[in-house]
C-alpha cells in the first residue's frame, strides 16, 4: 500500500469516524426527544391528587368546602334560574328549592366541567343530602342520581426531586398576549428558524463583545426548552454545541404550536419556598391570583420580563428592575408590530402586583411519602410522569396539621417543664383515615417537615401503653363467655414470678382496693386489674388476638405485654383500633387509589379484597366498644368533651411508665385517628395520653366535624348483647369509689 493511500484512508476514517457518531447520537436524541415530548406535547412532572370530595343520599353536605373547591377551579357564581355552562354554579334556598323537592331547604346546582353534566343537590335544614339530580345539558332530560364527585386537587408535582407547582394549559387557553410578549423579548425568529437563530446568535455576540461580559446567550425558545429537560445550565462551548444540534432535531420533529405551548407550561417563572412555579397558567396565579386565561397585556408582558431571570426580575423583591424589563418587553412587542401604540401606553401605566396573593405551602409531605411507599410495595418505584390519585382528604389533612402544629405549641408554651426543655423540639403524629373504606385521611409524620424529614408514622416504633390494654380484654370476652363488663377483678397488690425475675405492676396513682368491674378497670386506666386478667387468660392468647387484629411487631411472653411495654409502628395501632371499630372485620389500609401514566392510561388500581377477616365475633367487639365509649364520657378520655367535641365516639388513652410517650387512638362512625406525643431522643415527656396526645385528637375531631353532625356509632343490631344501664349504688357495690360512680349504660351479652 503506497503512502497516498494510507494517507487518503486515514482521512475517511477519521471523517467518516465523527459523522457515525453524530448520526447514533441523533438518532438515541430523536427516540429521546419523542419520548419525553409524548403523545401531549408536554414534558410531565409526577402529580399527586386529593380524593375528590363525594357525596351520597344521607350525607352531610358542607357548601362552604364544596365552593372553595369549586372556586380554586375558576369557578363563577351565577343567579339561580340561569343556564350554568362551564365552570358555573349558582345556589338557592326556600320556596325555590321546595319546587325542587318539597323537604328541601336549600340547594346547589354546578356544571362539572369533566362529566359534562349539571348536578343539583337539594338538601334539609341539617344540610343532610335529600336528593341528587343530574342533567344532560344538550337534552334537558334530569334523572336522580346515587352520587356525585367533584374534582381531584393538585396536592404535590415534582420534576424529578424538585417540588413544583404547575397548572398546565393548552394553547389557545393562552391569551395572544402572553404568547407575544415571550416571543418578542426571548426569541422574534421563533415562526422562522429551524430551532437555531444565527441573526439572534450574531446579535448575542455583538452584545457580550461590546460589554465585555456574557450578558446575552442568543438561544432561542427551542433551545431554552432542550436545555431546561435534555442537558443543563453550565456554560461551556460543548453544551452549547449539543443543545443547537438538539435544537435542530426537536425542530424537525415537534410542531412549533407543540414546542411553544411546552415551554409556556414549563417555562420556571418563579420561586416561593422549595417550590419552583413552572409555567404561565401556575404564574398567573402566583403573581395575579387569577387565571391565565383572564391575564392582560400588562401582566403577559410582566411574565415576559420574569423568564429573562425570575430571581432578578421579581415584582415583589425588585419592582424597579422588574418595571424596566416590563418597559422593554412592550417596546419589542410594539417596534414588532405585536401591538398598538394605545395598548402599549396603557399597559405601560398599569402598576406592578404589590405582593405574592397566594402562598404556596408544602403539601402534606409525610402523606406523599407513605403514597410513594405504598406505590414501591406493588413494583412501582419510578413515577417519572406519573399522576397519583390518592385518598388523602385536604380539608382532614390541613386540620391535621393544624392540629398538631397548634397544640404542640400551646403545651410548650404553658408548660414550665417544656420551656426548660428548649434544647429539645417536642414531636407529635397524627394519622387518620375512614373505617367503612380503609382510605387513609391524613397523615402528620412530624412536627415540621422542614426542619426534619423523619417520618415517624412509618419508621418509628414506640412502647405503647395503655392503647394495647383492650386488647387484654376483648381476648377475656373472645376465651370466655361468662366474662362480662360487669365481671369483678381484683385491684389488690400483684407479684407475677416468672423464670428468675418477678414483676408487680403498679396503678399510676399507687391506690388498690379490693375488686373493681372490668369496664371500670379499662376505662381508669388501671394496670393490676389487667394484668390480672392478662396472667388469667394467658399471655399466649393475648399476643394471638393482638397479632390477630393486626400487630406485626414481635411480642415477648413477658408480662408487661399486657400494659403496653413494648415497641409498636402507629400504623399497627391504627390497624388495631380499625378493626374495633368495624366490630371485628380487620381493614385494609391504603393510601392510593389508582396511578395513571402521561397519557391517561391506568396502570393501577386498588382493589380491596374480597374476603373479610373477622376476628372474634361482633358480639365481643360490642362488648368492648361500649366501654371505649364509656371511657370518653366518664374515664381518662373524657378530657375530649372540655376540648369541645361532643359527637359519639370511643377511644383509649395510652401512657407509658416512664412518661416518654402520650398517646390516644379513638374512633367514631366514619373516622379513626391515632396521635402520638413525645421527644425523638427518648426524654420524658412527663404528659399522659390525656393530657398530651388527647388534646390534639379532639381538636382533630372538632375542626373535621365543624358545621357537621357526628353520625352515631353503628353498633350492629340482633345481636345477643343488651344495652343496660347501671345505676350508681349498683356501681359502688361492685367495687368502683363512691366519688366516681355514675349512672353507666354498657352492653352485656343476654342471658
Known amino acids: 500500500m503506497t503512502r497516498t493511500k494510507l494517507i487518503l484512508i486515514t482521512l475517511s476514517i477519521l471523517v467518516t469516524l465523527p459523522i457515525i457518531y453524530i448520526a447514533i447520537w441523533v438518532a438515541i436524541v430523536d427516540v429521546e426527544i419523542r419520548e419525553k415530548f409524548g403523545a401531549q406535547g408536554l414534558v410531565h412532572p409526577t402529580t399527586y391528587y386529593s380524593a375528590a370530595p363525594r357525596l351520597t343520599p344521607g350525607d352531610t353536605f358542607n357548601e362552604k368546602r364544596w365552593v372553595q373547591v369549586l372556586e380554586e377551579q375558576d369557578y363563577r357564581k351565577k343567579e339561580w334560574g340561569s343556564i350554568l355552562r362551564r365552570s358555573d354554579y349558582a345556589q338557592a334556598t326556600g320556596?325555590?328549592?321546595?319546587?325542587?323537592?318539597?323537604?328541601?331547604?336549600?340547594?346547589?346546582?354546578?356544571?362539572?366541567?369533566?362529566?359534562?353534566?349539571?348536578?343539583?343537590?337539594?338538601?334539609?335544614?341539617?344540610?343532610?343530602?335529600?336528593?341528587?339530580?343530574a342533567t344532560d345539558p344538550e337534552t334537558n332530560q334530569s334523572s336522580p342520581t346515587e352520587s356525585v364527585e367533584l374534582f381531584s386537587q393538585i396536592l404535590a408535582q415534582y420534576l424529578g426531586d424538585a417540588p413544583i407547582i404547575q397548572r398546565r394549559l393548552p394553547l389557545n387557553h393562552i391569551p395572544l398576549s402572553c404568547l407575544d410578549a415571550p416571543l418578542a423579548i426571548e426569541d422574534p425568529d421563533f415562526l422562522h428558524h429551524q430551532g437555531?437563530?444565527?441573526?439572534?446568535?450574531?446579535?448575542?455576540?455583538?452584545?457580550?463583545?461590546?460589554?465585555?461580559?456574557?450578558?446575552?446567550?442568543?438561544?432561542?425558545?427551542?433551545?431554552?426548552?432542550?436545555?431546561?429537560?435534555?442537558?443543563?445550565?453550565?456554560?461551556?462551548?460543548?453544551?452549547?454545541?449539543?443543545?443547537?444540534?438538539?435544537?435542530?432535531?426537536?425542530?424537525?420533529?415537534?410542531?412549533?404550536?407543540?414546542?411553544?405551548?411546552?415551554?409556556?407550561?414549563?417555562?420556571?417563572?418563579?420561586?416561593?419556598?422549595?417550590?419552583?412555579?413552572?409555567?404561565?397558567?401556575?404564574?398567573?396565579?402566583?403573581?395575579?391570583?387569577?387565571?391565565?386565561?383572564?391575564?392582560?397585556?400588562?401582566?403577559?408582558?410582566?411574565l415576559g420580563a420574569v423568564?429573562?431571570?425570575?430571581?432578578?426580575?421579581?415584582?415583589?423583591?425588585?419592582?424597579?428592575?422588574?418595571?424596566?424589563?416590563r418597559e422593554k418587553v412592550l417596546k419589542n412587542m410594539l417596534e414588532q408590530n405585536r401591538i398598538l401604540e394605545n395598548d402599549f401606553k396603557k399597559a405601560m401605566a398599569a402598576p406592578l402586583p404589590k405582593k405574592s396573593t397566594i402562598?404556596?405551602?408544602?403539601?402534606?409531605?409525610?402523606?406523599?411519602?407513605?403514597?410513594?411507599?405504598?406505590?414501591?410495595?406493588?413494583g412501582f418505584s419510578d413515577l417519572t410522569g406519573y399522576s397519583i390519585y390518592t385518598t388523602m382528604n385536604p380539608w382532614h389533612q390541613e386540620a391535621a396539621q393544624r392540629s398538631v402544629q397548634t397544640q404542640l405549641n400551646e403545651l410548650e408554651a404553658t408548660s414550665e417543664y417544656h420551656k426548660k426543655n428548649k434544647a429539645h423540639s417536642l414531636q407529635g403524629i397524627l394519622l387518620a383515615n375512614n373505617p367503612k373504606t380503609g382510605e387513609v385521611l391524613a397523615v402528620v409524620g412530624g412536627r415540621d417537615h422542614r426542619k426534619s424529614q423523619?417520618?415517624?408514622?412509618?419508621?418509628?416504633?414506640?412502647?405503647?401503653?395503655?392503647?394495647?390494654?383492650?386488647?387484654?380484654?376483648?381476648?377475656?370476652?373472645m376465651e370466655n363467655k361468662d366474662f362480662s363488663p360487669l365481671?369483678?377483678?381484683?385491684?389488690?397488690?400483684?407479684?407475677?414470678?416468672?423464670g428468675k425475675q418477678s414483676w408487680s405492676p403498679h396503678n399510676y396513682d399507687n391506690t388498690t382496693s379490693d375488686k373493681v368491674p372490668a369496664f371500670y378497670a379499662l376505662k381508669e386506666s388501671l394496670n393490676i386489674p389487667t394484668a390480672r386478667l392478662a396472667l388469667q387468660v394467658g399471655l399466649p392468647a393475648v399476643i394471638d388476638v393482638a397479632h390477630r387484629l393486626g400487630v406485626e411487631s414481635k411480642l415477648q411472653e413477658y408480662p408487661s405485654v399486657s400494659l403496653g411495654a413494648f415497641e409498636m409502628k402507629p400504623l399497627e395501632v391504627l390497624t388495631v383500633y380499625n378493626t374495633f371499630a368495624r366490630f371485628g372485620e380487620k381493614p385494609d389500609l391504603y393510601m392510593v387509589r389508582r396511578l395513571e401514566n402521561s397519557e391517561g392510561q391506568s396502570l393501577y388500581q386498588h382493589h380491596p379484597p374480597d374476603w373479610k377477616d373477622q376476628v372474634g365475633t361482633k358480639e365481643d367487639f360490642i362488648l368492648l366498644d361500649s366501654i371505649l365509649a364509656d371511657v370518653m364520657n366518664t374515664g381518662t378520655g373524657r378530657g375530649a368533651r372540655s376540648v369541645g367535641f361532643q359527637g359519639e365516639c370511643a377511644g383509649k388513652t395510652g401512657t407509658t411508665s416512664d412518661y416518654k410517650d402520650a398517646w390516644f387512638a379513638g374512633f367514631t362512625a366514619n373516622q379513626v385517628a391515632v396521635v402520638w406525643v413525645g421527644y425523638d431522643d427518648n426524654t420524658p415527656l412527663k404528659l399522659s395520653g390525656s393530657s398530651g396526645a388527647l388534646p390534639i385528637w379532639a381538636h382533630y375531631m372538632t375542626s373535621v366535624y365543624k358545621n357537621t353532625i357526628v353520625p352515631p356509632l353503628p353498633w350492629p343490631v340482633d345481636m345477643n348483647v343488651e344495652n343496660i344501664e347501671v345505676s350508681t349504688r349498683e356501681l359502688i357495690e361492685a367495687g368502683v369509689p363512691e366519688d366516681k360512680a355514675t349512672n353507666t349504660r354498657i352492653y352485656i351479652r343476654k342471658n
Not at 488 to 497: A, D, G, K, S, V
Request: positive net charge.
Open 95 to 133: 320556596t325555590e328549592c321546595t319546587k325542587i323537592y318539597e323537604k328541601a331547604l336549600k340547594c346547589f346546582a354546578f356544571y362539572h366541567h369533566v362529566d359534562k353534566k349539571i348536578y343539583l343537590i337539594a338538601t334539609d335544614e341539617l344540610d343532610s343530602v335529600l336528593l341528587l339530580l
Open 454 to 477: 423523619f417520618n415517624r408514622v412509618f419508621d418509628s416504633a414506640r412502647q405503647v401503653g395503655s392503647v394495647f390494654k383492650p386488647i387484654v380484654y376483648l381476648t377475656a370476652f
Open 307 to 325: 423568564i429573562n431571570s425570575p430571581g432578578r426580575y421579581n415584582p415583589f423583591a425588585h419592582p424597579e428592575r422588574a418595571l424596566a424589563r
Open 196 to 302: 437555531v437563530s444565527f441573526r439572534g446568535l450574531a446579535r448575542a455576540i455583538f452584545v457580550n463583545l461590546k460589554s465585555l461580559r456574557l450578558s446575552q446567550g442568543g438561544s432561542t425558545i427551542t433551545q431554552q426548552l432542550v436545555k431546561n429537560y435534555f442537558l443543563n445550565s453550565e456554560r461551556t462551548f460543548s453544551r452549547k454545541i449539543k443543545e443547537m444540534l438538539m435544537a435542530f432535531v426537536v425542530e424537525a420533529r415537534i410542531p412549533k404550536d407543540q414546542i411553544l405551548e411546552t415551554y409556556l407550561n414549563i417555562i420556571y417563572l418563579g420561586q416561593q419556598g422549595s417550590y419552583q412555579v413552572r409555567g404561565v397558567g401556575a404564574a398567573a396565579k402566583f403573581y395575579f391570583a387569577k387565571p391565565a386565561e383572564h391575564l392582560d397585556l400588562a401582566e403577559c408582558a410582566l
Open 359 to 378: 402562598e404556596i405551602k408544602e403539601t402534606a409531605p409525610y402523606f406523599i411519602e407513605g403514597a410513594k411507599r405504598e406505590l414501591a410495595k406493588n
Open 487 to 498: 365481671t369483678q377483678i381484683e385491684n389488690t397488690p400483684l407479684t407475677h414470678t416468672y
